[in-house]
């Protein structure tokens, strides 16, 4: 079972061995990543691939529609890993437009468990709720929807006391979110980085 997939991983190591004979020993002596990626879970959105970093420099956290909820252990956990024990520069909230994720919280469709998950999605629409109905595109409102949810997740993540506590000890970090496009593979800053706890005001 599976044999296309352990013959693709036998290529890609031969592969990486003939670039950099190096490789694999050296991701066995450490890993030393500058970067924490909280991103979606979605199969179209690699990390390392979007921006052509190798293993072992990108640390990687991915759920469905990029949350970074502060009641979720798994996120928590991850979080306080990359900042206290790896101590990464920077926090990158990854979004993409026409995320499965944001839609399915807003169309009204029941699913369940994932429901439950999604609902602070559902509140950044109703926080923004004059500034999306006055966008008459379904398309654009939705990824209107999507990169205001990057925006909350950085806030969420920059206002954790992980994230604090490093600030207070004059550890370098920022937070910053992105949002990728499915259609041409770009990313685009969405201009909200925060650099410490005065930073964090003008997210709204």
Not at 33 to 53: F, K, M
Not at 114 to 122: A, G, T
């Amino acid at each position: 079972m599976l044999d296309h997939l352990k013959a693709n991983n036998r290529a890609w190591a031969a592969r990486m061995l003939s670039r950099d004979p190096d490789f694999f020993a050296r991701l066995e002596r450490q890993q030393t990543p500058e970067y924490l990626w909280i991103g979606c879970s979605d199969s179209r959105v690699p990390a390392t691939q979007i921006v052509d970093l190798d293993p072992g420099q990108i640390f990687v956290h991915r759920n469905v529609a990029n949350l970074a909820p502060p009641q979720d252990a798994n996120y928590l956990s991850v979080l306080q890993f990359a900042v206290d024990v790896l101590k990464v520069k920077h926090i990158i909230v990854v979004g993409h437009y026409g995320c499965g994720g944001v839609s399915a919280a807003v169309d009204g469709k029941r699913r369940g468990l994932v429901d439950h998950w999604l609902h602070p999605i559902r509140e950044v629409r109703h926080e923004h709720v004059h500034e999306l109905d006055a966008i008459a595109d379904a398309t654009a409102r939705l990824d209107r929807l999507c990169e205001l949810n990057v925006i909350r997740q950085v806030r969420n993540v920059a206002s954790d006391i992980i994230v604090q506590s490093a600030w207070a000890d004059a550890q370098s970090l920022a937070v910053h979110g992105w949002i990728y496009s499915l259609a041409n593979g770009f990313v685009t800053d969405l201009g909200v980085t925060v650099s410490g706890p005065q930073d964090i005001a003008r997210l709204g």
